[in-house]
């Protein structure tokens, strides 16, 4: 009965967003596609073969982990739809897709397009002194990506394979020293095309992406412990929740996290207070071109 009942509340929330990105689109735009005329001198000569590339990969890139989502899974959904335009403002300048057909990719960025801030959260590009630092900065983006993506196959590869072959926990390889590796990896490749994108609001939207991916997390766990009873309880005794070798030993700390409303909470003001910390962090050393 619950899940049936989370299953409709997902719908709902899909759609309902679905419903939102088009209100957004369409208030600012009404019916038609932005013309890109005027834009594309912008772009070098061979720039789209660019982005074509990056639509392409992206879909693939996004169909393979949607391909593990349940409609329950309604949180993650959203936080991918406001993390989806970091994928392309790697490629190109974000005010030059607003005005083409691949601005509709960035929709739900268009609501911060109402706040005074927003100029400088979307167009507004990162740049510190040190050229040293940005190379630095830029190779441990890439790392993130490389190291990310192979945790995330890795452990979606050994999860899917011990599902056919068994019906119980997965507790071995990746997961025995993380209870959610898949989701580690992609926090992990999420946080370099972050990193490499070089804007603020790239990292703004990682945390959301990473918040809804906890939400997601601890959804599951409860549904495991309903399935596996006390094996399940066990394994989170000794396994980290997503970092490896990160755990809780204050008993104090302990006996409050163990109740799942107060995790919520910390989830949600750990996450606001990075928004802040991230945006004061950063925002001294954004610069504006146009």
């Not at 169909?63 to 190109?92: C, D, H, Q, R």
């Amino acid at each position: 009965m619950v899940s049936r009942l989370s299953r409709k509340y997902g719908y709902i929330v899909i759609i309902l967003t679905i419903l939102f990105l088009v209100y957004v689109w369409t208030s600012k735009f009404g019916a038609n596609i932005p013309s890109s005329e005027g834009y594309v001198p912008l772009l070098k000569e061979n720039a789209w073969y660019l982005v074509y590339l990056g639509l392409i990969a992206t879909a693939f890139a996004l169909v393979s982990l949607f391909l593990e989502f349940k409609l329950s899974s309604s949180a993650a959904f959203v936080g991918w739809i406001f993390y989806f335009p970091v994928l392309f403002n790697t490629l190109v300048p974000m005010f030059i897709l607003f005005f083409s057909i691949i601005g509709v990719f960035y929709t739900p960025w268009l609501v911060f397009t109402d706040w005074p801030l927003a100029n400088s959260l979307i167009n507004g590009v990162i740049r510190f002194q040190s050229e040293t630092f940005h190379t630095f900065l830029d190779g441990l983006g890439y790392t993130f990506i490389f190291f990310g993506l192979i945790i995330y196959s890795v452990g979606l590869f050994q999860l899917l394979s011990h599902a056919r072959e068994e019906r119980t926990i997965m507790t071995n390889r990746l997961y025995s020293i993380s209870r959610h590796p898949q989701y580690l990896g992609i926090f992990m490749w999420t946080l370099g095309f972050a990193m490499i994108g070089w804007r603020l609001i790239n990292y703004l939207m990682w945390l959301t992406l990473c918040y809804s991916y906890t939400l997601l997390a601890e959804f599951e766990e409860s549904e495991l412990e309903k399935k596996f009873g006390q094996n399940y309880v066990e394994y989170k005794t000794k396994v980290p929740f997503m970092l490896p070798c990160l755990k809780v030993n204050t008993r104090l700390v302990s006996n409050m996290l163990s109740n799942r409303k107060i995790r919520f909470l910390a989830y949600t003001i750990l996450y606001v207070l990075l928004l802040f910390v991230f945006y004061f962090i950063f925002e001294p050393y954004v610069v504006l071109y146009r």
